[in-house]
């Protein structure tokens, strides 16, 4: 039976990606020996690190004054690595979900912390609108894809302060307006490449106006100054993520990525709305590219594990289970889903369907 991976984290590469690394961790560029055994210094492998941040510029349109840092500790670490390096007094913060209340959590071990709105009254199924940003804080932070309840925030925010974005789950997926922004980050398990490497792009003159001492690892001039190779690199990671990039461009690049994402969402969306079964999680109008998250009518409630039995069992199709704090269901529908495997789950729902 054909396997359809819809997990939301570590979660589908293209199989291209899968392969060359697969290649690499048995030959490495030719070298004899194994990605999984070669120096990080080795020339070969510092190939691949200027290359995937070129990349890596290249398909964002990164402008002057900006660099790309490739580092450990995944997205949970920028939370404490943002405020560390840019939070003097007071920072914004909108909560749109569990990963906005981490990075809050964090924020506040380094100053003061107003949190402009959030949409946890109604668990999260909406984006807030209508909150100011005061002008007087260091910075404002968001997060543009809320992996859990299926929600995003897709167009660029037009704030006077310094904007800071968590856009793990969702980097690549459209272009970007990287010029409006002073970091974004995220781990690179969602789009980018397998568990281990977190992305950050930094806006070199926000940096340098915070008085207190920061940790060297946690420097983020530290990885710029050394060109992410301060301490040893995740080298098998950051060379699937290289593989993606090439992927990535042999697509036709961001924009690309975003007509299909397009397509694929209206795709499961439009079954969602039009079936008997099934509802969706998330307001109409913040409803995630990403991540689609459903349940059961009241009235069918008590369907719920057997459609999962069936969908998992019987069609394979993998990780649509909701996370716990929604229930039901959620197919994330990252970059290298094929479009062919969101019509197999539509018709493993219809299929469902009629027969109750
Ligand atoms: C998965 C995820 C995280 C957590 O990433 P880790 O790399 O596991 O720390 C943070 N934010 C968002 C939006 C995510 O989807």
């Known amino acids: 039976m054909?396997?359809?991976n819809f997990y939301a984290g570590p979660s589908i590469l293209d199989q291209s990606v899968i392969k060359e690394t697969a290649c690499a961790v048995l030959n490495f560029a030719g070298?004899?020996?194994?990605?999984?055994?070669?120096?990080?210094?080795?020339?070969?492998?510092?190939?691949?690190?200027?290359?995937?941040?070129?990349?890596?510029?290249?398909?964002?349109?990164?402008p002057e004054g900006y660099e790309v840092v490739f580092v450990g500790g995944g997205a949970s670490m920028q939370f404490c690595m943002v405020p560390f390096n840019l939070l003097n007094k007071k920072a914004a913060y909108l909560d749109t979900g569990t990963w906005s209340s981490k990075a809050i959590k964090e924020a506040k071990l380094f100053g003061e912390v107003d949190v402009v709105a959030s949409s946890k009254d109604k668990n999260y199924t909406y984006i807030p609108k209508n909150y100011t940003v005061p002008e007087d804080?260091?910075?404002?932070?968001?997060?543009?894809?809320?992996?859990i309840y299926g929600t995003e925030i897709r167009k660029d925010p037009d704030v006077k302060a310094r904007l800071v974005c968590d856009m793990s789950s969702d980097i690549f997926s459209r272009p970007i307006d990287v010029s409006k922004y002073d970091i974004i980050y995220g781990g690179a398990q969602k789009n980018l490449a397998p568990a281990g490497v977190t992305f950050a792009i930094v806006r070199k003159d926000a940096l340098g106006h915070v008085e207190?001492?920061?940790?060297?690892?946690?420097?983020?001039?530290?990885?710029?100054?050394?060109?992410?190779?301060?301490?040893?690199p995740p080298v098998l990671p950051v060379y699937s993520a290289l593989q993606?990039?090439?992927?990535?461009?042999?697509?036709?690049?961001v924009k690309a990525m975003q007509k299909l994402n397009e397509e694929k969402a209206a795709i499961l969306y439009d079954a969602i709305d039009n079936s008997k079964l099934f509802v969706g999680t998330a307001e109409e109008d913040a409803r995630s590219l990403m991540n689609v998250c459903f349940v059961m009518k009241d009235e069918y409630k008590e369907l719920e594990a057997q459609f999962a039995d069936f969908a998992i069992k019987e069609r394979g199709m993998m990780g649509i289970k909701g996370h716990r704090s929604v229930g039901g269901f959620r197919a994330s529908l990252y970059n290298a889903m094929p479009k062919s495997s969101v019509e197999a789950l539509v018709a493993c729902m219809k299929e469902f369907e009629q027969k109750h």
């Open 2 to 4: 054909k396997k359809h």
């Open 31 to 62: 070298t004899g020996l194994s990605l999984l055994e070669v120096s990080h210094r080795s020339k070969e492998f510092d190939a691949v690190m200027t290359e995937a941040n070129q990349l890596f510029k290249e398909l964002l349109e990164i």
């Open 137 to 147: 804080v260091d910075y404002f932070h968001y997060t543009s894809n809320n992996t």
């Open 212 to 232: 207190r001492e920061i940790p060297t690892m946690l420097k983020y001039t530290t990885h710029i100054d050394k060109g992410s190779m301060f301490n040893t």
């Open 244 to 253: 993606t990039l090439k992927w990535y461009k042999e697509m036709g690049g």
